[in-house]
Antibody, heavy 125, light 107 residues
Framework: QAQLVESGGGVVQPGMSLRLSCATS????????MHWVRQSPDKGLEWVAY????????YYTDSVKGRFTISRDNSKNTLYLQLDSLRVEDTGVFYC??????????????????WGQGTMVTVSS | IVLTQSPGTLSLSPGERVTLSCRAS???????LAWYQQKPGHPPRLLIY???SRATGIPDRFTGSGSGTDFTLTINTLEPEDFAVYYC?????????FGGGTKVEIK
């Protein structure tokens, strides 16, 4: 059965770093682009980053550009999100999600057809 | 693209029909609009993609429609397990964005 399992969240002070991991199983990880999505009471659901199936193309929401880095290791079936220079407003549950492949689709945008359970990141002084 | 969902909360009884609205601040290209269902303590679940295509395993009481800037999710005959928060998402234009959600609660 296909699944995504996030880890690496925690409580940190502003300016610190965390590395989130998303271990996948049950599907051909290298065939799918992936997303990270954040959810907080203040901002609701917020798309954070995207990575193509090869890892060669990445996109970020403006508020995390230069601070977060999405990457993947297809040999380990694992997705990562490096969070640097964390801010209080980065607090939330971080989900990894699989991008749904649709034949004939244009552009890189994709809905998310599978989600992990999420990992909580709290940034507080 | 800003997505505005209305109403914020709906109080309904099982068996009723519900229509949820999602309005975009500009045209959603290729009708790349999705709907998700989320229950407390769980991640979102994809219901509808590309405006009207049901995701795998989604019952046919869920129907998506619309185009341009106005989109709708209709649930025919609410089942007890349908009480949840529903979000729309556009994935046509970066940054991908979500609406603020509509909570469907038991009356």
């Amino acid at each position: 059965q296909a699944q995504l399992v996030e880890s690496g969240g925690g409580v940190v002070q502003p300016g610190m770093s965390l590395r989130l991991s998303c271990a996948t199983s049950g599907f051909t990880f290298s065939g799918f682009p992936m997303h990270w999505v954040r959810q907080s009471p203040d901002k609701g659901l917020e798309w954070v980053a995207y990575i193509s199936n090869s890892g060669g193309t990445v996109y970020y929401t403006d508020s995390v550009k230069g601070r977060f880095t999405i990457s993947r290791d297809n040999s380990k079936n694992t997705l990562y999100l490096q969070l640097d220079s964390l801010r209080v407003e980065d607090t939330g549950v971080f989900y990894c999600s699989r991008a749904k492949l649709v034949p004939g689709g244009s552009g890189w945008g994709r809905a998310s057809d599978m989600w992990g359970q999420g990992t909580m990141v709290t940034v507080s002084s | 693209i800003v997505l505005t969902q209305s109403p914020g909360t709906l109080s309904l009884s099982p068996g009723e029909r519900v229509t949820l609205s999602c309005r975009a601040s500009q045209t959603v290209g290729s009708n790349y609009l999705a709907w998700y269902q989320q229950k407390p303590g769980h991640p979102p679940r994809l219901l509808i993609y590309t405006t009207s295509s049901r995701a795998t395993g989604i019952p046919d009481r869920f129907t998506g429609s619309g185009s341009g800037t106005d989109f709708t999710l209709t649930i025919n005959t609410l089942e007890p397990e349908d009480f949840a928060v529903y979000y729309c998402q556009q994935y046509a234009t970066a940054p991908l964005t979500f609406g603020g959600g509509t909570k469907v609660e038991i009356k």
